[in-house]
């Protein structure tokens, strides 16, 4: 319970919200990997209804845990489908209220390296470590091992100690983006609006892992106006774009 409220508190600090003046508002815990759409889509939103939104953003573990132990979050948009079922099953949401807002893709990238994973050999005494979230505890991380053992690298970048992990896939982002690794297995939504990293990314094929489909939810006793007023707004033309712009594919409900 300490540890959820605390992580709540701590997320709380680097909230980006819309239009300070407005009075009515809402509060998202999205999943890291969706932190920029997100940005884009709450700023167009609070533009177009007056409506504040907060975000709280973190690993999609620990915003689950933050739920469990009572964070006033009214909506949820998670990296997997495993944690808002489970919320479902636990009756932490509003009946009905879950569905898939986008399907994540990942890719290959490095600021140093060629990014093709055809290519990438972990003898290479230039190769420090190759970075991936955690895959025991984020989405982005079991689809990233699966690719890596698709390719045949897994267990020689493992031996070599070669492989590291991030929390979650943001955090694996940041260990190539500091040059602490080399190559990084990440979101395509961290690259999609960065010009400048166009030719540093290798698209993994999507049939080299399994699909990472992202749902949300809204939080039991939540639902108001302008929660649903976010849902419809995510279901418009607009905000369809926006999401597609970062990489993601649209799931269905």
């Known amino acids: 319970m300490?540890?959820?409220?605390?992580?709540?508190i701590l997320g709380l600090v680097s909230i980006e919200s819309s239009d300070l003046g407005a009075k009515e508002r809402i509060h998202i815990a999205v999943a890291s990997n969706f932190l920029g759409p997100m940005k884009t889509l709450s700023k167009d939103f609070s533009h177009r209804t007056?409506?504040?939104?907060?975000?709280?953003?973190?690993?999609?573990?620990?915003?689950?845990?933050?739920?469990?132990?009572?964070?006033?979050?009214d909506l949820f948009f998670a990296a997997d489908v495993n944690r808002p079922k489970r919320l479902e099953k636990e009756g932490l949401i509003e009946a009905g209220s879950r569905f898939?807002?986008?399907?994540?893709?990942?890719?290959?990238?490095s600021k140093s390296f060629s990014p093709d994973l055809n290519l990438l050999n972990p003898n290479n005494p230039q190769l420090r470590f190759v970075a991936i979230a955690n895959p025991k505890t984020a989405p982005y991380g079991k689809a990233a091992l699966e690719v890596l053992n698709h390719f045949g690298l897994g267990d020689s970048l493992k031996k070599k100690t070669k492989l590291t992990y991030g929390e979650n896939v943001g955090k694996?982002?940041?260990y190539v983006a500091s040059g602490n690794a080399q190559i990084g297995l990440v979101a395509l939504s961290y690259l999609a609006h960065s010009k400048k990293n166009q030719e540093k990314i290798y698209e993994i094929p999507?049939?080299?892992?399994?699909?990472?489909?992202?749902?949300?939810?809204?939080?039991?006793?939540r639902k108001s106006g302008p929660v649903l007023k976010f849902l419809e707004y995510l279901n418009s033309s607009k905000a369809k774009k926006i999401i597609r712009s970062y990489g993601y594919d649209l799931g269905k409900s």
């Open 2 to 8: 300490l540890y959820a409220l605390l992580g709540f």
């Open 50 to 73: 007056k409506i504040r939104v907060l975000l709280s953003k973190g690993p999609t573990g620990m915003l689950y845990a933050q739920i469990k132990g009572g964070a006033p979050y």
């Open 172 to 174: 694996a982002y940041h």
């Open 206 to 221: 999507q049939n080299t892992y399994s699909e990472i489909i992202q749902q949300a939810a809204i939080l039991k006793g």
């Open 100 to 109: 898939t807002y986008a399907k994540g893709k990942l890719v290959s990238w």
